[in-house]
Nanobody, 123 residues
């Protein structure tokens, strides 16, 4: 599995970004995919996950109503649309492929990890 996360960058508070996670080896088709993030000095935390069929999805409380996870199975890509960003969202964001088909919020449920993409929210 080779996961390529992209779409990070610098954005002002209240702004939006869309992250992409491309699976070039096409091994995530039957598995859930999740997004996690890690801020400096903090542990990696769950953000959102999507099951292999696209439903169900699950979100961390801190991003509910602001972030949306989706997937394009034909493109082997999972997206994270992030709206109403604030400084607390600043982190390196990672995508990961789960062992199974159902979305999960524990890092231990994830088998493959991509490199991170930096998201910085600052005025």
């Amino acid at each position: 599995v080779q996961l390529q996360a992209s779409g990070g960058g610098l954005v002002q508070p209240g702004g939006s970004l869309t992250l992409s996670c491309a699976d070039s080896k096409r091994t995530s088709s039957n598995n859930a995919v999740g997004w996690f993030r890690q801020a400096p000095g903090k542990e990696r935390e769950f953000v959102a996950a999507i099951s292999w069929r696209g439903n169900p999805t699950t979100y961390a409380d801190s991003v509910k109503g602001r972030f949306t996870i989706s997937r394009d199975i034909a493109k082997n890509t999972v997206y994270l649309q992030m709206n109403s960003l604030n400084e607390e969202d600043t982190a390196v964001y990672y995508c990961a492929v789960a062992y199974g088909p159902v979305a999960a919020d524990s890092p231990s449920r994830y088998r493959y990890w991509g490199q991170g993409t930096q998201v910085t929210v600052s005025s």
